[in-house]
Each structure stands twice: as structure tokens, then as C-alpha cells.
């Protein structure tokens, strides 16, 4: 028996997950994963949070027209899917400059942010040094996501809409018939699409190299991320997030612990990720002499992928080579938080050719994110 479909997405994370939704309100959608269990991978190791300012003018274009749904989600979805977290981002003195033009860039569409002294930086962040910081950037509006809520929201409201779920289906050919996509996945099960969309995440080269498509140059890097306890006296609850501009760590509070992280980015083959104990090792010694934390061991650790093109925005369009091939690739580590308007845009341009208009008026336009503005990066072609 062959399951037909006018779209098939290939992927169960929040990427697939999310533009099935999209796409199921007015089309029969097929969604295939290959693991026993959806977002088993990035989006379910994933230490996610909303942050408006974080990443290139694309993604904050995405995330801060994602904010409304995270606010205000349709029904099915739990609510609240956000939980105001501050962020506070902190500059040694010899970085402060960076800071400053960090400030300038997303101030335009962040108004909220402000910069801060080095002394209300390490008042506010309680545990920098104060000898450390040379100054600070505050993002009041920013929040931790709840993962599972914003995941188990989509792939309710897929099914909801008649969408159907197959786990355990690695995609292994693609061949295209009569106009329309085959895809038989390792079970030997078949699938028949109209559309196939490649939300795999690391895989998404490998998916398009099963059905004869020019991988779009998917770079997986690894993240560690670890926990330890609050040191006496303080209380991990009262710590907002702190994050280097640098990008060499950053911490959060997580229940009675801090969550920490190097922010490292470890070339990876896609895989079932694990923490390196010499970057847990070097993490410990840059945290260590940033803030009054004195770590001497961690309590858990955990790693994941997180999968970028060469310029670290996402690609989301029709592969322009071949047809009916719709990539919706490379997130990186703002999969979470722009899901909302980038699966919006992305079931758009399936369904028009077009954006939706809040997001043109936010100024992006399709060909930022279609894949023929990678050609000469990574050494693709293009037609």
C-alpha cells in the first residue's frame, strides 16, 4: 500500500513538525521520522530560549515575528510557551566596543535593549566578576521557551488537521514518477508526494542525496552543555541569562542548578551526539575566570547538533534544479524560537510563490532565504 499525499516532510522536529502544521490547515500532509520518537535529537536537547537579539538580521527578522504566537498561541497549543527570562550580555573590558556595535545592529528591531555600566552589569548578573566586565546589554523581553509544549503543540495540531505520522521511516530512495515524488523509506514502506519537504535537520544533505538533489552544505556543530550547583549563598533562581559576546559561554538558571555552556560549535557528522569531557574541561576554566562560581564538577552534561548553511541563516524554498524539492534546512540554534514565522513562510512559499506580508513588511524577501544565494559558498552550483 502506497500513502499519497500532497506534501510529504521528511523530519519530526520542531522543523518538520511546524511546517506540517502550516501546511495540513489546507493540504493532506504525510510526516515521516526516522527514529522511534519525534524530536529525539536537536530539538529535544535544545536549551531554548527567546531571544530577539541573538543571531543576523535574518533570524531576528524571524524571531521577532514569532513573538505573537509564542505569546498568544492557538488553541491546542499550552500555554504560556514563554517564561520571561532576561538576558544580560556581558563584554570583558577589551571587548566592550563589540558590545557597543552589537547595540546598534539590533536596537532597530529589540528597542528595548539598553547598555549598561560594568557595575550595574555584575549587580544585575550576581555572579561576573566585577574586575571581569567591562560592560553590559540588557534584553528585558527575553524568555525561556517550554520545548515540549511548543513541539507537542504542532504535532497535536498536525494530526488534528488530518496530518499523518510515521516514526521509525528513514527516507532511503526518492525517485521522481509521473510529476510526482516516490519515496520508499527503510521498512520498505511507499510514499507518494506532490511535494517532499526536507526537514531533516543534520540529514538534510543525506535526504537530498537520496533523491538526487545537490546538498545545500548542512554543517553540524556540536554544543555542550552542562549543570552544576549554585554556590553558597546564591540563588540560581535569581540569575538571569548571561551571555559573552565573545561567545565563549553562557549560563542560565535551570531549577536549583546553572546550566552552563562554552557556546562551543564542534564540527560534527550528523549523529547521536555526546559531551567531550576536554570541552566540558575548557568550558569550566573560561566560566571560571569570568564569574565567582569556582566550579569543581558538574552534575550532568548532555550535547547536541546544531545544523547551519555557510552563511547561518536558514534556507527555506524550492530547490531550483529540481522540481517539487522544497529545503526548509539549516536553523542552527534559533530553530525553536523562529519556528513560528518560519514555518508560516515556508508553507507560504509552497503554497504562493510568496511570503506572507508581515514578513515582507519586516523587509525579508524570499530570495534571503532560497538556496540559490548560496551559490559560490560551500562550492555549490547553480543552474
Not at 203 to 216: F, L
Request: proline share 6%; charged share 20%.
Amino acid at each position: 500500500m502506497t500513502n499519497s499525499y500532497d506534501v510529504l516532510v521528511i523530519g519530526g522536529g520542531i522543523a518538520g513538525a511546524s511546517i506540517g502544521y502550516e501546511l495540513a490547515d489546507d493540504r493532506s500532509v504525510g510526516l515521516i521520522e526516522m527514529e522511534p520518537t519525534l524530536a529525539y535529537h536537536t530539538t529535544g536537547r535544545s536549551v531554548a530560549t527567546f531571544l530577539e537579539s541573538y543571531g543576523g538580521r535574518t533570524i531576528r527578522v524571524l524571531t521577532t515575528a514569532s513573538r505573537a504566537f509564542m505569546e498568544n498561541p492557538p488553541e491546542g497549543f499550552t500555554t504560556p510557551l514563554l517564561k520571561p527570562l532576561p538576558l544580560i550580555w556581558v563584554a570583558p573590558h577589551h571587548d566592550v566596543e563589540n558590545l557597543h556595535a552589537m547595540y546598534q545592529s539590533v536596537v532597530e528591531l529589540v528597542p528595548a535593549m539598553r547598555e549598561i555600566d560594568a557595575a550595574e552589569a555584575a549587580e544585575m548578573t550576581k555572579v561576573i566578576r566585577p574586575d571581569w566586565v567591562g560592560a553590559g546589554l540588557v534584553e528585558p523581553g527575553a524568555s525561556e521557551i517550554d520545548v515540549a509544549a511548543i513541539h507537542g503543540g504542532y504535532v497535536g495540531g498536525l494530526r488534528a488537521r488530518g496530518g499523518e505520522i510515521h516514526t521509525s521511516s528513514a527516507a532511503v530512495t526518492m525517485h521522481r514518477i509521473d510529476g510526482r515524488w516516490r519515496v520508499t523509506d527503510r521498512n520498505g514502506a511507499e510514499y507518494d508526494a506532490g511535494v517532499v519537504v526536507n526537514a531533516a535537520g543534520s540529514w538534510c544533505d543525506i535526504v537530498a542525496g537520496a533523491a538526487g538533489v545537490e546538498p545545500v552544505g548542512i554543517h553540524p556543530l556540536r554544543r555542550t552543555v552542562f549543570t552544576i550547583g549554585a554556590p553558597t549563598g546564591v540563588d540560581a533562581k535569581s540569575i538571569p541569562l548571561v551571555a559573552d559576546v565573545a561567545g565563549t559561554f553562557y549560563l542560565k538558571p535551570e531549577g536549583p542548578q546553572i546550566l552552563c555552556s562554552p557556546a562551543d560549535e564542534v564540527p560534527s557528522e550528523p549523529c547521536d551526539a555526546r559531551p567531550d569531557e576536554i570541552d566540558i574541561a575548557k568550558a569550566i576554566d573560561v566560566i571560571n575566570a569570568a564569574t565567582t562560581l569556582e566550579i569543581a564538577h558538574v552534575r550532568s552534561s548532555w550535547a547536541g547538533l546544531r545544523n547551519f548553511v555557510a552563511d547561518r541563516s536558514p534556507v527555506a524554498g524550492f530547490d531550483d534544479r529540481v522540481d517539487d524539492f522544497f529545503w526548509f534546512a539549516g536553523q542552527g540554534g534559533y530553530g525553536i524560537q523562529i519556528s513560528p514565522a518560519l514555518a508560516r513562510a515556508g508553507a507560504s512559499l509552497i503554497r504562493t510563490g510568496q511570503l506572507p506580508a508581515d514578513l515582507l513588511d519586516r523587509g525579508l524577501d524570499a530570495a534571503s532565504l532560497g538556496r540559490e544565494r548560496l551559490v559560490g559558498l560551500s562550492g555549490l552550483h547553480g543552474h
